[in-house]
């Protein structure tokens, strides 16, 4: 018996230490938390989006939860994402890219420099880079916004409480935040394209612009299709800005309310857990969506299986 | 001979115009308002907490009421748990970035070196864990972790997210581009699949290690929504969850909030400072494609 153990036991060490079994044994930790912390998860969301989740007492309620979405905080919350990731979108895109063009250009003094404190804020931290801001747009006519203004003779404003304000310091914390990495995104994709192309065209006489539209902007289409998906992703699942604008995620008339964060007090601090899995449901659809549309137009599984 | 030497040069020699100057005062005015937000937090740092309540965040130099004393209160366990945090988020970027970097060169080395079935299927699930924001499975992924008993607990923040697919993309490419041949050898040499991959390929994931482990490294010290839901006890609080109750709309605790923001950036900025080229490489990884 003994014998017959051991034997099986070396049977499984041998299939262990086998070629054929290594590859499995390489990627099994991503097969345990794929399942676990990320297949599971998922499906519990679409399950007690049918739910009524309370202690001790679950029960399917059909579809009342997707009902209940129709809902004008929840269409509020996507209309702010939306409004914040459009205008990410029209600044966090053309001036990165326009930056990195001057910064890859040799003649630019001190580039390097540039380069690296352009991307100083993105080290701090959401809550950091939230408090300072906070704390800047703060109501008090000594704050700095409101000092600021005050030297072209207006204010002192109510930042955080008008609602076109309230996206404007939302959309700086970002522009400020993001506009280092997008630069270094673009000056990643600048130093990719051959010197030569703009040399043959000099020599043909193509005017800077003409060399932009002809050779930049082509050569730059993946970068900039990457940096347009995530800032997309990134738009709508904006939360911890907002969260950390107001105490307790509480937003004056919804103002700075986003999707994850109506999630978050519908699911978190209401306890509505089946209302806000349906909300996540929602916003899963939102996020599908925009990556089925990338794939579509770009194809970009197809360009990384090559 | 003389007529032809100099042109080369003067011809790669750039040419300082009037655009070059442009440009210069243009990065510079850049680069000053977007330090202008750090510098007025750190001059705010020397001032009391109440100074603060009182004018807002300005940018007004007052030698008369600035001082350390809220640098000395961060250091002061009766007067802030402000080291606890410190400490407890170092730990945990500590232990999260060796354990995530581990755990993700290995997985990465298993999608580079080995052909086996179901390998695009695993992959594409990979990239599309990078595809749903964390915030969809957050109450769910909150049930399992108490249900699992490491609620309140660094494993709580550590395990769901221990197999991170960017690093796990990056070493794949990383990876892809040693030859298989080292393998071979390695099994010549009486290696086995896993020794070969602890005594070959480690040493030479040194450079991959840097850029990932800085990049895990500053999202673990940032990490801020996902530790703010499974901790509870008040010591056991990270940096910006602690800094993040401090933030009351009556202000009491600015001195120690201002103080403690400007003091939590510090490590990472000297770590930037240091390995500027590894924070490049890991900040663009995901932009590479394969």
Redesign the interface.
């Known amino acids: 018996m003994g014998v017959a153990f051991l034997k099986k036991r070396q049977g499984f060490r041998a299939f262990f230490y086998s070629q054929k079994a290594a590859p499995y044994v390489f990627v099994m930790p991503f097969i345990l938390v794929f399942v676990i912390f990320f297949v599971f998860p998922l499906i519990s969301t679409v399950i007690m989006s049918f739910q009524s989740v309370l202690p001790g007492q679950v029960r399917f309620i059909g579809l009342e939860n997707i009902k209940r979405l129709n809902d004008p905080e929840f269409f509020q919350a996507i209309k702010n994402n939306l409004i914040y990731t459009a205008l990410t979108l029209a600044l966090l895109i053309p001036f990165p890219m326009i930056f990195a063009c001057m910064l890859n250009s040799k003649a630019t003094i001190g580039r390097n420099f540039f380069r690296s404190a352009l991307f100083v804020p993105i080290l701090t931290s959401v809550v950091v880079a939230g408090t300072i801001f906070r704390l800047i747009f703060g109501e008090l006519p000594g704050a700095l916004a409101n000092q600021i203004v005050g030297l072209f003779g207006m204010g002192p404003f109510r930042w955080r409480q008008m609602q076109g304000t309230v996206y404007m310091i939302l959309v700086m914390l970002a522009c400020w935040r993001w506009t280092g990495v997008n630069i270094l995104y673009f000056l990643s994709g600048l130093q990719s394209i051959p010197e030569e192309l703009y040399e043959s065209a000099s020599i043909d006489g193509a005017s800077t612009i003409r060399k932009f539209r002809h050779i930049t902007w082509p050569m730059l289409k993946p970068t900039t299709i990457y940096v347009l998906t995530i800032s997309i992703y990134g738009g709508f699942a904006m939360f911890l800005e907002s969260y950390m604008l107001y105490t307790n995620n509480r937003s004056p008339r919804g103002m700075g309310l986003t999707i994850i964060g109506y999630l978050y007090r519908q699911g978190w601090e209401q306890n509505n857990i089946g209302y806000g899995s349906a909300i996540g449901l929602c916003l899963l659809l939102i996020v599908m969506v925009i990556n089925l549309v990338q794939l579509k137009f770009f194809g970009l599984f197809a360009k990384e299986d090559k | 001979m003389n007529t032809a030497a100099p042109l080369p040069t003067l011809k790669e020699k ?4 009037l ?2 100057v442009l ?2 005062i ?2 510079l005015l ?2 000053f308002i ?2 202008f ?2 510098f ?2 750190v001059l ?1 740092s020397f001032k009391p907490g109440t100074e ?1 309540l ?6 007004r130099w007052q030698p008369e009421v600035m001082s350390f004393n809220n640098y000395r209160l961060l250091f002061e366990p009766l007067e802030s748990d402000y080291m606890i945090w410190f400490g407890n988020s170092l730990l945990i970027t500590l232990l999260q970035s060796v354990l995530t970097l581990i ?1 993700s060169a ?2 990465g ?3 580079a070196m ?3 079935r179901f ?2 299927l ?1 992959f ?4 599309i ?1 990078m ?3 964390m ?7 909150y ?2 972790i108490v249900g699992m008993k490491i609620i309140d607990t660094v494993w709580g923040i550590i ?5 991170m697919p960017l690093p ?1 993309f990056f070493f794949r490419q990383y990876l892809s581009g040693l030859p298989r041949d080292l393998l071979d050898a390695g099994r010549v040499d009486g290696s ?3 020794g070969i ?1 602890v005594r070959i390929i480690l040493p030479l994931m040194t450079p991959a290690f840097g850029a990932m482990g800085i990049f895990i490294g ?1 999202n673990c ?5 996902w530790p703010l ?1 499974v901790l509870r006890t008040g010591s056991k609080f990270t940096l ?1 969850i602690g ?2 109750t401090l ?3 009556y202000g009491n605790n600015y001195d120690i ?2 103080a403690g ?1 400007v003091f ?2 510090i490590p ?2 000297i770590l ?1 400072v240091c390995f ?1 080229k590894y ?2 490489a890991g ?2 990884a ?5």
Do not use: D
């Not at chain 2, 750039?14 to 115009?17: A, F, G, I, K, N």
């Not at chain 2, 594409?124 to 990239?127: A, H, K, N, P, Y």
């Not at chain 2, 995901?286 to 394969?290: A, E, F, I």
């Open positions: 750039p040419r300082y115009t655009g070059t440009r210069l243009f990065f850049l680069t977007v330090l937000p750090l007025a937090i705010a603060l009182r004018t807002g965040l300005n940018v755990v290995w997985v080395y298993g999608f080995y052909e086996f390998k695009n695993l594409t699930c990979v990239l864990i595809m749903v924001p915030e969809i499975i957050m109450l769910p992924l049930q399992e395990l769901p997210f221990v197999a796990i086995s699949e896993y991959f500053m010290w940032n990490n801020f929504l839901i910006p800094l993040n933030l009351t709309p909030l201002v923001s939590a950036i990472i900025i930037f500027q924070f490049i900040m663009t995901g932009s590479v494609k394969g």
